[in-house]
């Protein structure tokens, strides 16, 4: 089994930044991609950025130039350095990652339980 655990969310003013991280630990032979999605109140969850791990990137088009996601594969773990932040990126944030526990076994989805980023001034 394997566990996400997230931090560093908060409630902060428009303009601010925050630097949310993740790390993954349990039964993990490689960890093939991860990333941060989130959920606004009455919307559906979405993608905000992935990294393979090649370091390949990816962001949805209202985080570009704002935010960076960054891993340390040494510590399996994922950040989202959030810059500029605006009050509709007001939502939690969901860690994600594709792990495989086993050499020969396909990568699983695991999720983290999600932290809080409030803009709001």
């Known amino acids: 089994q394997v566990q996400l655990v997230e931090s560093g969310g908060g409630l902060v003013q428009p303009g601010d930044s925050l630097r949310l991280s993740c790390a993954a630990s349990?039964?993990?032979?490689?960890?093939?991609?991860m990333g941060w999605y989130r959920q606004a109140p009455g919307k559906e969850r979405e993608l905000v950025a992935r990294?393979?791990?090649?370091?390949?990137?990816m962001y949805t088009d209202s985080v570009k130039g704002r935010f960076t996601i960054s891993r340390d594969n040494a510590k399996n773990t994922v950040y989202l350095q959030m810059n500029s932040l605006k009050p509709e990126d007001t939502a939690v944030y969901y860690c994600?990652?594709?792990?495989?526990?086993?050499?020969?076994?396909?990568?699983?989805?695991?999720w983290g339980q999600g932290t809080q980023v409030t803009v709001s001034s």
């Open positions: 994600n990652a594709m792990v495989s526990s086993l050499s020969w076994a396909p990568p699983t989805n695991y």
């Open positions: 349990g039964r993990i032979f490689s960890v093939v991609d």
């Open positions: 990294i393979l791990s090649g370091g390949s990137t």
